[in-house]
Every structure is written in structure tokens, then in C-alpha cells.
């Protein structure tokens, strides 16, 4: 017979040399490893909003700083003017008012026709007033509308009397209603004469040597006059003894009004 092989109980050796273990295996990088290693590093940005707070508050501060300045310089420089000056209102006086026509028609409407004198004084030494034109209002007690007139411009000198002349007629084409006709008619009956009441309104300049001030609102208003209507074609004149004026100027020399 012939004689078999087996293989061999124990398998050949390789010689092979093996690769020594490591005290720590080396193992692939994380996402987080691998971003952090291409992100710059981090560095504090300035705060531009603190900045431009800090400029805005600085602003703020100097710009109130300077109107503070302003107003005190203007409030002194005010005082000095108010001391050298003395400014005072001028006056006014109703030195005459003439009657040539006051009666209703008998459709109510009112046909009026005055001449009225307003005498004027500047009182001051060193303030010269600049009016423009003026316009006046003649009007009952009670709010009756009697009629309206203009005074042309004018420049007021110093220390000056002034004659201001203007004629006052009615709006023919508009018809009283049925109570104020007969308070005017009721009125124009009595001995004593229709109470009436002027207001003259304009703007003013004020002249101060070579500067002039801006224009401000003046307003007079007379009372204390009573008129009687014409019975014929001769004019009547007006009770003026007991008539005032009230002078509203709102003139301000920077913190002073008169």
C-alpha cells in the first residue's frame, strides 16, 4: 500500500514580524477639530455704537452750552438797551369824530358816513415807530357793525404828535338782521347818542438809531364815545370828553415788554 500524508498537526509558522501595539491609537479628527483648525481666531470688535452715543451726547452738551451763552449775552445786551432807552408805548387820543350820516333804510341795511380824528404821540426820545397801513373798525357796544376805513402808512419821529385822519362808511349791500336793527334803531332815538367803540390794527417797526426791529401787531381800542345821528343835512359832532384808548403792543426789547 501505498503510504498516505497527512498534513501536519500543527500549522507551519510565518515569519512574519509583527507590528508592535501603540499606547495610543491614532484616530481620524472630529468636525469640530477640523473647523476650528480654519477658523480665525476670535478678536474683540470695537463698539461703534458707544462711540457715536458719546459723540451725540457731546453734541447735545455743547449745542445747549452755547444757547445758554446766547441767551445770557442777549439778556444782558437786552438790560443795557432797556436802561439807555427807557421805550415807552405811544399813545392815542380820538380828538374828533364827525357824523355826516347814520340811519337804517327800511330794508334794514345801514348807511353811515364819519370822519374820525385819532391823535398820536411818541413819547420816546431815541425809538421812532414805522406803521403800516392801518385799518379801522367803528362798532357799537353791543357788537353793531357801524363801518370801516384805512389809514395809510406812516413813519411816527421821535418826541412827535401825529393827526391821523380817515373816513369810516358802512357796507351798504348787507342788511342787519331783525335784532340788531332794532337795537340801533332804539338807539338812534335816545338824546344820549349810539355808544361806539374803534379798534385800529397794524403792524409796527421799531427804529433803535440804525436797526430796526422785526414787525409786531398793535392794536388800539377806543371807547367811551357817543354819537347822535343827523336830523338834517348839517353833520353832528360826536361826545368825545370821556373817550380812552388802550394800546395792546407786544413789542419785546429780548426780555422786556411795554
Not at 499606547?23 to 455704537?49: C, D, E, I
Not at 431815541?126 to 402808512?153: A, K, R
Not at 338807539?187 to 421799531?206: F, N, Q, W, Y
Not at 422785526?214 to 359832532?237: E, F, L, S
Request: net charge positive; glycine share 6%; aromatic share 6%.
Amino acid at each position: 500500500m501505498a503510504d498516505r500524508v497527512y498534513p501536519s498537526a500543527k500549522p507551519p509558522t510565518t515569519n512574519t514580524t509583527a507590528t508592535p501595539m501603540t499606547a495610543n491609537p491614532a484616530f481620524p479628527a472630529t468636525k469640530a477639530q477640523l473647523y476650528g483648525a480654519s477658523r480665525p481666531p476670535y478678536r474683540p470688535q470695537p463698539n461703534h455704537r458707544r462711540h457715536r452715543r458719546g459723540c451725540c451726547c457731546s453734541c447735545c452738551l455743547w449745542t445747549t452750552f452755547i444757547i445758554i451763552a446766547l441767551l445770557v449775552l442777549i439778556a444782558v445786551a437786552g438790560a443795557v438797551l432797556y436802561v439807555i432807552y427807557r421805550p415807552h408805548r405811544p399813545s392815542f387820543t380820538v380828538s374828533g369824530l364827525k357824523v355826516s350820516s347814520l340811519n337804517l333804510t327800511s330794508s334794514s341795511k345801514l348807511v353811515s358816513n364819519i370822519n374820525l380824528n385819532i391823535t398820536t404821540r411818541n413819547p420816546n426820545k431815541n425809538l421812532v415807530y414805522i406803521y403800516n397801513p392801518t385799518t379801522i373798525s367803528v362798532t357799537t357796544d353791543d357788537g353793531i357793525d357801524i363801518g370801516t376805513g384805512s389809514i395809510p402808512s406812516f413813519k411816527h419821529g421821535t418826541k412827535n404828535i401825529t393827526l391821523l385822519t380817515a373816513s369810516i362808511t358802512s357796507n351798504t349791500n348787507q342788511a342787519l338782521d331783525d335784532a340788531s336793527a332794532k337795537k340801533l334803531r332804539s338807539d338812534l332815538k335816545t338824546k344820549s347818542g349810539v355808544p361806539l367803540k374803534i379798534k385800529l390794527e397794524t403792524k409796527v417797526k421799531v427804529k433803535i438809531g440804525g436797526v430796526k426791529s422785526p414787525k409786531v401787531r398793535i392794536r388800539v381800542t377806543c371807547d367811551g364815545i357817543k354819537a347822535t345821528a343827523p336830523t338834517g343835512k348839517a353833520a353832528t359832532m360826536a361826545s368825545t370828553s370821556n373817550a380812552k384808548c388802550k394800546v395792546d403792543l407786544r413789542f419785546k426789547i429780548w426780555k422786556w415788554t411795554f
